[in-house]
């Protein structure tokens, strides 16, 4: 049976490892571990028994480890795993995340991950925004938001679906206010989709948003140009 080719770029980021292996073999086999994975680099991991002691990276993972039977972490531990890894592009991340999920004991800062971005405050706006939702939703929200913008006809009156025909195939726009962002759809009639009511103009859209007697749509909204820029809907009309 011919040997299936692997897919181009599933090259494993691992090419070797070792698990729980006794630190005594530095000791008596030290020529075996040498020649198993000197030269090597990648995470390494301490362990007192069985319970996760440190975690490190290396460029030499023999020397590293060898190094910590004379160090601070001497006598701390007595078994050791590693994994070898092809590239160090991503070996200081990956170091990161396994400090960060396991917290070991031995080591004095947590993993930093610098260049990514921490999603906890967009959770928390977004479950804010659901939560105001459903409680809108249970005292009558969207039929206080329909008074309103009845006593607010006027506007739509005078001015129709100004919208109409300025996106064939229709667009998204974007709004901030008090902190929080939103977002609607702008149909092909020229209606404006928002959490599931349809207005006529941008001005009633964003009045749904801000509660307020007056507002200026055009510039409370924006959309994405061609360049992918977000800008003033008054853009679209010009």
Known sequence: MAKKKSPKGSRPIITGFLE????????DHRNVITD??????????LYKND???YVGLASNLRNRINQHLNDRHQGKWTHFSLYIIRKADHIKELESVVMRIADPKGNRVRGKLNSSKNLRWLLKSRLKQ???KEINDIIGGREKIQKILKKRSKITKKTGRP???LFKNGKAIYASYKGKDYKAWVCRNGTIKFEGIFYDAPSTAGLA??????????SFWSYKNDSGNLVQLSRARK
């Open 209 to 218: 948003i801000t509660k307020k007697k007056t507002l200026n749509g055009w």
């Open 20 to 27: 729980k292996i006794g630190a005594k073999v530095f000791v």
């Open 51 to 53: 319970r996760l002691y």
């Open 36 to 45: 198993l994975i000197k030269g090597h680099q990648g995470i390494y991991a």
């Open 163 to 165: 919208l109409k025909g």
């Open 130 to 132: 659901e939560w105001e």
